[in-house]
Structure formats: C-alpha cells, structure tokens
C-alpha cells in the first residue's frame, strides 16, 4: 500500500520570505505521480504542482517549486516570496502511474503567513 | 483549466430524509470521479471511486447502501446520501480525473438535524 507522510501539521512563516513543506512518500511502484494541492478556507482544493516520477527535473510554477528525490522518497514543496493569500493547508498526495486512480493524501500542513 | 462543479454547496436536512449531490466536469469528460468525505482539520477520506457507465467501488467500512452513487453520464456523478443521520453531517467532496491530474469541486456541507 502506498503512504504519505507530512511531517509538520502546522508552519508559518513571514510575508515575502520563503518556507518550505515536506512530504515523504512510500511505494514500490516505479511510474506514479506526485502533486500538492491546497485548500484555502473556502475549502476549495486548488492544484498547486505536480510532478512526474519519471522526470528527473523538478516542475515549478511560479513562485511555487519542489525537490523531488526519487531514491529518497521524499517531495517537497517550496514557497518562495509568500504571500497572504498562501495561508491554507497544503496537501501532498500520490497517484498511480497506470490502472491505479487512487489519490493518496497526506494528512496536510497548515500554512499561515504572517504580516 | 479543467473545471469541476458541485451543487448544492451546502444542505441542511432532517433526520430520515435522503440528500443528492451533484458533481459535474465542466469542460472536460471524466470516465472516473471521486468522492471524499473530509472532517474539520483533518485529510481527505476517500469514501468511494465512481466509474462512468458501472458500479462504483467503495472504501473498507463505507455503507454502499447508505451512500448511492451513481455515473450515469461523463460528466456528471450523484452521490445520494440516504436516510441521512446527525453523523453523516459533514463536507462532502468530489474530484474528477483528467488523464493523469484530479480536479476537485468546491464540496457540500451537509448538516443533518
């Protein structure tokens, strides 16, 4: 079975400094994929990054970014110049490369940014 | 970007009744939907995986006949929570899988009397 590990529940951090989530991971599968989303108040889950197993290259978007160790198992997310709009919980979460649909969650870190 | 809608966004219903939620892909066909349950402060529970055209295939330890679910199009999933009970108040999410990414809708609440 494939598991999520988030580490820290709670993190915060200055408005325009950096923080960084951590994720670790546990499959024997060698295709999957790795995303974080996040959920601000609303509730909503909004999809911040994914990433390719296959791809050696960390994905970014924007102010967004991981480092992905594949041999670690390890994913984290980077936030880079934060805002207040990214206090929410982040979610990491791991999918199945092939027959598998199944998301596996992590059990989220909540993300204030402080003025 | 793909869109996923969820209607209602919140229910209030009494003890007994029977609560339909919809969950629809906007801009985008989805052979599979998801459907969570999600407490206060905690992860996403996945309750139920439902597949366009077939049954659905529910989690270890959630009533299939407690909560429908039924794919009847590619676009649009209900999850029917029947005879509903102060314990199965809660939020209520779906999700919808475009090729290799899922989507999610804004969620239900639902508070049962």
């Known amino acids: 079975a494939q598991t999520v590990t988030q580490s820290q529940p709670e993190m915060s951090v200055q408005e325009a400094e950096t923080v960084t989530l951590s994720c670790t991971y546990d499959?024997?599968?060698?295709?999957?994929?790795l995303f974080w989303y996040k959920q601000p108040p609303s509730r909503q889950m909004i999809l911040v990054i994914r990433?390719?197993?296959?791809?050696?290259q960390n994905a970014t978007e924007n102010r967004f970014s991981v480092n992905f160790q594949k041999a670690a198992k390890s994913f984290s997310l980077k936030i880079s110049d934060s805002q207040l709009g990214d206090t929410a919980m982040y979610f990491c979460a791991f999918m199945r490369g092939l027959a598998g649909n199944q998301f596996y969650f992590g059990t989220g870190t909540s993300l204030t940014v402080i003025p | 970007g793909a869109v996923v809608s969820q209607h209602p966004s919140w229910v209030i219903c009494k003890s007994g009744t029977s609560v339909k939620i919809e969950c629809r892909s906007l801009d985008f066909q989805a052979t599979t939907m998801f459907w969570y349950r999600q407490f206060p402060k905690q992860s996403l529970m996945l309750m139920a995986t439902s597949n366009e055209g077939s049954k659905a295939t529910y989690e270890q330890g959630v009533e299939k006949d407690k909560f429908l679910i039924n794919h009847a199009s590619l676009t649009l999933s209900t999850l029917t929570v029947t005879s509903a009970h102060p314990e199965d108040s809660s939020f209520y999410i779906c999700s919808a899988r475009d090729w290799d990414t899922q989507y999610f809708g804004p969620g239900t609440r639902l508070t049962v009397l």
């Open positions: 990433q390719e197993a296959y791809k050696q």
């Open positions: 499959t024997s599968e060698n295709n999957y994929y």
